[in-house]
């Protein structure tokens, strides 16, 4: 069953420009990780932020946790078009690594 | 980082036929792996856990007998979709997880079309 919710679905920005995500869960969480997927590829791990944390930044992105408000954000500065991709945040309930994503952004970044 | 191995990318089969999709953790050792089904757009829906050396752990609704999970070594698990039919049609994502790390590896999926 999916745990997250990602908003918006779809975003469509231009070079350069900043892009937001938003992903909202709905049960209490050891930690929270965010996933990209190329289309018709696997997923790769962006970063992990764990209950305890609120934000956490790893090159260009930028992720923050809100635990009361059961809610992250992945913020992606100076986009690039070569970030074009699906973007997951995915909820690690029980620390045993059973994963349970949410439905994904589908982030176009324009030349 | 750890490397995760899903093979074949694409297969077509006929309906009725049966389709073994293989995932192997390349540079470490996985005694579980996750196998995930995923449609056009649309997130990943857990199917089945994998457990070396014990029978697979279904999430509900997904038939066991349909979808057959074999974890034989501590580098491979194969999923077998036993008498395919259209509505099988999808993408099939195998991942595992990293070694005390908390994130997972995931395989680069493979495509199924069931004619």
């Known amino acids: 069953s999916q745990q997250g919710e990602e908003d918006p679905q779809a975003l469509s920005i231009q070079e350069g420009e900043n892009a937001t995500m938003n992903c909202s869960y709905k049960?209490?969480?050891?930690?929270l990780q965010w996933y990209r997927q190329n289309s018709g590829r696997g997923l790769v791990h962006l970063i992990l932020?764990?209950?305890?944390?609120r934000e956490k930044h790893s090159g260009r992105l930028r992720v923050t946790l809100d635990t009361s408000k059961k809610s992250s954000s992945l913020l992606i500065t100076a986009s690039r078009a070569a970030d074009t991709a699906s973007y997951f945040c995915?909820?690690?309930?029980?620390?045993?690594?059973?994963?349970?994503f949410g439905a994904g952004t589908r982030l176009t970044v324009k030349p | 980082g750890a490397v995760v191995s899903q093979h074949p990318s694409r297969v077509i089969c006929k309906s009725g036929t049966s389709v073994k999709i293989e995932c192997r953790s390349l540079?470490?050792?996985?005694?579980?792996m996750f196998w995930y089904r995923q449609f056009p757009k649309q997130s990943l829906m857990l199917m089945a856990t994998?457990?070396?050396?014990?029978?697979?752990?279904?999430e509900q609704g997904v038939e066991k007998d349909k979808f057959l999970i074999n974890h034989a070594s501590l580098t491979l698990s194969t999923l077998t979709v036993t008498s395919a039919h259209p509505e099988d049609s999808s993408f099939y994502i195998c991942?595992?997880?990293?070694?005390?790390?908390?994130?997972?590896?995931f395989g680069e999926g493979s495509r199924l079309t069931v004619l």
């Open positions: 991942s595992a997880p990293g070694q005390g790390t908390g994130e997972l590896f």
């Open positions: 049960t209490s969480i050891n930690n």
């Open positions: 932020i764990r209950s305890n944390e």
């Open positions: 995915a909820t690690d309930l029980y620390n045993n690594n059973d994963m349970r």
């Open positions: 540079d470490f050792q996985a005694t579980t």
């Open positions: 994998s457990n070396e050396g014990s029978k697979a752990t279904y």
